[in-house]
């Protein structure tokens, strides 16, 4: 199916291990978007991307990492996940028209 | 700090009734400004954006943009239960997409 596209769902980790989370979409946007919606802050990005291997950091992003080496793929890394990084992350991408089209979203809990 | 503003409610409303949600942002280079639904433990959907000052309308969905007072708003004339979430204002100056925090609308019927 058509669409954006994010695995997994839900996500337990330990403090200090790395953990990948991966989004994937179908429509061939140039550009693709990383945010986390916390309780209080409303949805933040983290970091944003405009074409395979051009990424830039956006307001809060701390402790991640992206790539994107394919135009369809934009993960993103906690290399070393503490507490604080428990939240609900939104992938989202757009053709670069401004409207961002959102994926489901990952639950993320870092005990 | 480049911040975005909005009550964040509840506004609880009769079915049939026009809701009315506001919007403050702080940055005056933006560009683009945008309206999300999102349900409780889904995505933001987006239902309405707008480029340019005045009103644009869609449907039951009307987003005014006042860029020299930093204002948007969204009016959902006839508001219906399946309105009820929370929506969420976005404001864009080059992919830097600045969200508020959410304004949880209830329709009552």
């Known amino acids: 199916d058509a669409g954006i596209t994010q695995s997994p769902r839900y996500k337990i980790t330990e403090t200090g291990r790395q953990v990948t989370l991966m989004c994937h979409q179908t429509?061939?946007?140039?550009?693709m978007f990383w945010y986390r919606q916390d309780l209080g802050h409303g949805l933040r990005l983290i970091y944003y991307?405009?074409?395979?291997?051009?990424?830039d950091k956006g307001e809060v992003p701390d402790g991640y990492v992206v790539s994107r080496s394919k135009t369809e793929n934009f993960p993103l890394t906690l290399e070393s996940a503490t507490r604080s990084q428990t939240s609900v992350y939104f992938c989202a991408s757009t053709a670069g028209n401004d409207e961002q089209y959102f994926g489901p979203g990952t639950r993320l809990t870092v005990t | 700090q480049k911040e975005v503003e909005q009550n964040s409610g509840p506004l609880s409303v009769p079915e049939g009734a026009i809701a009315s949600l506001n919007c403050t942002y702080s940055d005056r280079g933006s560009q683009s400004f945008f309206w999300y639904r999102q349900y409780s433990g889904k995505s933001p959907e987006l239902i309405m954006f707008?480029?340019?000052?005045g009103d644009k309308e869609d449907g039951r969905f009307t987003a005014q943009l006042n860029k020299a007072s930093q204002y948007v708003s969204l009016l959902i004339r006839d508001s219906q239960p399946s309105d009820s979430a929370t929506y969420l204002c976005a404001v864009n100056n080059n992919n830097d997409m600045r969200f508020g925090a959410g304004t949880r609308l209830t329709v009552k019927p």
């Open positions: 991307s405009a074409a395979a291997d051009i990424t």
């Open positions: 707008i480029y340019s000052n």
């Open positions: 429509w061939s946007h140039s550009y």
